[in-house]
Structures are given as structure tokens and as C-alpha cells.
């Protein structure tokens, strides 16, 4: 598995769009939150909001839009 950081603007967009859609299937937040797992990504909640890294090594990738943290 590569780093993705969030320097490729590219490569980021098409991981949100993953997230989105992985949300959108989600019932909760916690199945989200698991299904993200399986692909190798976790969220962190922070006051500035929902944060996407990845997993094991807690690398930040992005902020996640507002949308996805209801």
C-alpha cells in the first residue's frame, strides 16, 4: 500500500469520493467507521471536524466535508 498524502489533489478527491460513497451504503456512523477499516482508513473527530488517515499509521489524508459527520 502507497502513502497518500494530501499534496495530490487528485488522488485525495478520489478518496473522498470512496468515503462518500461508503457513507452513503453506511446505516451508521459506526458500520462507516468499520467499513473504512476494511480499506485501510480511519476518522478521527476533531473540533475542526472530521479528519481521514490512514490505518496503521494514523497518516492524515484530509478533512472530510461537513456532510458526512451527521
Given at each position: 500500500?502507497s502513502?497518500?498524502?494530501n499534496?495530490?489533489?487528485?488522488?485525495?478527491?478520489?478518496i473522498?469520493?470512496?468515503?462518500?460513497?461508503?457513507?452513503?451504503?453506511a446505516?451508521?456512523?459506526?458500520?462507516?467507521?468499520?467499513?473504512?477499516?476494511?480499506y485501510g482508513?480511519?476518522?478521527?473527530?476533531?473540533?475542526?471536524?472530521?479528519?481521514?488517515?490512514?490505518?496503521?499509521?494514523?497518516?492524515?489524508?484530509?478533512?472530510?466535508?461537513?456532510?458526512?459527520?451527521?
Open positions: 500500500m502513502i497518500v498524502s499534496q495530490d489533489k487528485f488522488i485525495t478527491a478520489q473522498v469520493a470512496l468515503v462518500t460513497n461508503e457513507r452513503e451504503k446505516l451508521s456512523k459506526r458500520e462507516w467507521k468499520h467499513r473504512l477499516a476494511g482508513y480511519s476518522v478521527r473527530e476533531t473540533d475542526a471536524g472530521d479528519v481521514l488517515q490512514t490505518l496503521p499509521h494514523n497518516i492524515e489524508i484530509c478533512t472530510l466535508p461537513a456532510e458526512l459527520s451527521a
